[in-house]
């Protein structure tokens, strides 16, 4: 990618190198439970050590605001980090200061070295210039692989690539390129799958992918706002009534921009909302009063399949039914596969991302067969709404 410094260009050799990472990963009982997102800063770190860098690694855990709360400290994540890697990782109970000093002095090159939460010092979210230069002093370049905390304009994501040559790491590299492939210069046509449960946390989104895809699938809760907004029963469903307006105006706008919206036009029925409950399929012009739409239909999955059957490149976010309850699953498990299928045989450039969606993919049995699955939540739908992200604009070449 020409237009971000990478780590091919950096001189690395005998130098300190800040590492933005994101290990802001779930844990259960003291351990990581998905290690998703420290696999994806392996290639950076073990480039940075093999090339004789020292790796210096700063992330965030949680939100503590400054506090030095003890249950959001990063040490329990050290012992999966050294399993990842292979090799020993040292710690330093600050991130800034004499501690981080003292350790950062007693590596060889390299050795990796995580630092403690960064959001333990108020500085960091303020993207403070004081604090920022007391993280600067501890290196000699600096280095984001942490794509999915760049919509935050913090100092060790925004901040230190004003103070210290930088560079995106392997992971941000990918993450940039699989992004700039789906939405900036993309194979058309292009198609966008966006479910999720509300409208409301997704209608820059929605405003925005209309203008850029030739089609968009609206599935999940969402769609029946949607539904709603058009006319038709929607039960007890799941729907942001007050929204219809809003609904309406995403419909015009995908009209002028050329982009059809595929909405469901048959509906999983349930009367409770657990796991196997009985279900029913009606069109969507005959849901029952007390009746929830829980899934797309069966004709609806057709019809989103032989929709991707028509695109060159595929955006998810989002799943099209209640999918951590079976049988509200099969919907988003049905088109995931189909996608996955296109995308293996070559015919699909598939690109998901955002909170429930990684998981919805790993139910499927399928996040592996995606052209890119992002590690990113907030910072996937920032970018899906065309925002630019300030961890990431700062990284760009300006000639
Ligand atoms: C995430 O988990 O999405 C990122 O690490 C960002 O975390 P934040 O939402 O607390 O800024
Ligand atoms: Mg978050």
Redesign the pocket.
């Known amino acids: 990618m020409s237009t971000f410094r990478t780590l091919d260009t950096a001189d690395i050799k005998g130098k300190r190198v800040l590492i933005r990472v994101?290990l802001?990963v779930p844990m259960k009982d003291g351990m990581v439970s998905d290690d998703t997102?420290i696999r994806a800063i392996l290639p950076t770190v073990r480039d940075v050590s093999k090339r004789g860098g020292k790796a210096i690694l700063l992330a965030?855990f949680?939100?503590p605001k400054g506090e030095r709360v003890p249950e959001m400290s990063l040490a329990p994540v050290v012992p999966a980090l050294e399993t990842l890697l292979g090799r020993p990782v040292g710690f330093a109970n600050d991130c800034i200061g004499n501690d981080a000093a003292q350790a950062i002095a007693k590596l060889s090159d390299g050795d990796v070295l995580l630092l403690e939460n960064t959001?333990f010092h108020k500085g960091e979210e303020k993207n403070d210039p004081i604090f920022t230069s007391a993280l600067a002093e501890l290196g000699d370049v600096y280095v984001n692989d942490?794509f999915?905390?760049a919509?935050?304009a913090?100092s060790s994501t925004e901040g230190l690539a004003h103070q210290l040559p930088a560079y995106a790491g392997r992971a941000m590299q990918a993450e940039l390129e699989a992004l700039e492939k789906a939405l900036t210069s993309p194979q058309r046509p292009v198609i966008a799958l966006v479910g999720g449960a509300k409208v409301s946390s997704k209608i820059e989104l929605l405003e925005n992918l209309v203008t850029k895809v030739e089609a968009l699938v609206i599935g999940g809760g969402m769609a029946n706002t949607f539904l709603h907004a058009q006319g038709y029963p929607v039960g007890k469903s799941l729907c942001e009534k007050d929204l219809a307006d809003t609904a309406r105006r995403i419909m015009a706008k995908a009209q002028e921009s050329n982009c059809a919206i595929i909405l469901p036009v048959d509906a999983t029925v349930a009367y409770h909302f657990q796991a196997h409950a009985p279900t029913q399929t009606y069109g969507v012009d005959a849901i029952p009063e007390d009746g929830m739409i829980l899934d797309v239909g069966g004709l609806s999955v057709e019809r989103i399949n032989a929709a991707i059957d028509e695109a060159a490149t595929l955006v998810w976010n989002g799943p099209l039914g209640a999918f951590e309850m079976e049988p509200f699953d099969r919907g988003t498990v049905e088109a995931a596969r189909h996608a996955a299928k296109r995308t293996k045989a070559g015919q699909l450039l598939s690109v998901a991302g955002g909170?429930d969606t990684v998981a919805a993919l790993n139910h499927a049995g399928v996040a592996d067969d995606f052209s890119y699955v992002s590690t990113?939540?907030?910072?996937f739908l920032e970018w899906l709404e065309g925002k630019p992200l300030p961890g990431v604009e700062v990284l760009r070449q300006n000639g």
């Open positions: 994101d802001n997102r965030h949680g939100r959001r942490a999915s905390a919509h935050r913090h909170g990113a939540g907030g910072a």
